[in-house]
């Protein structure tokens, strides 16, 4: 599974990004899809994920009612859309897939794409 994330940049305090990440190469076992950050001096935490059909989310409670994840299976395609966004969210997001996503909750994953920086001013 090659994952490869887009969408990161600039925002004021308040402000919103979507971040995507196209999936290729997938197998045939079902994965969850997942968003992770990781700020400076930080491990990488865990933002939210998603099952492949959709119908499963859990969000870290840092973001819980501000960011919003979906996914586009006829496009093999997870976002995650950001409002509200505060200074305390820049950092590295990345995106992430395993077959287990308890594992996830702990901001491990089995495939990885690149991170994308998401900066936020105050």
């Known amino acids: 599974v090659q994952l490869q994330a887009s969408?990161?940049?600039l925002v004021q305090a308040g402000g919103s990004l979507r971040l995507s990440c196209a999936a290729s190469g997938r197998s045939s076992?079902?994965?969850y899809m997942g968003w992770f950050r990781q700020a400076p001096g930080k491990e990488r935490e865990f933002v939210?994920?998603?099952s492949q059909s959709g119908g499963s989310l859990y969000y870290a409670d840092s973001v819980k009612g501000r960011f919003t994840i979906s996914i586009d299976n006829a496009k093999n395609t997870v976002y995650l859309r950001m409002n509200s966004l505060k200074p305390?969210?820049?950092a590295i997001y990345y995106c992430g897939a395993d077959a287990n996503p308890s594992m996830m909750l702990g901001g491990r994953a089995t495939y990885w794409g690149q991170g994308t920086q998401v900066t936020v001013s105050s």
């Open 29 to 31: 076992s079902t994965y």
């Open 7 to 9: 969408g990161g940049g």
């Open 48 to 50: 939210a994920r998603i």
């Open 88 to 90: 305390e969210d820049s």
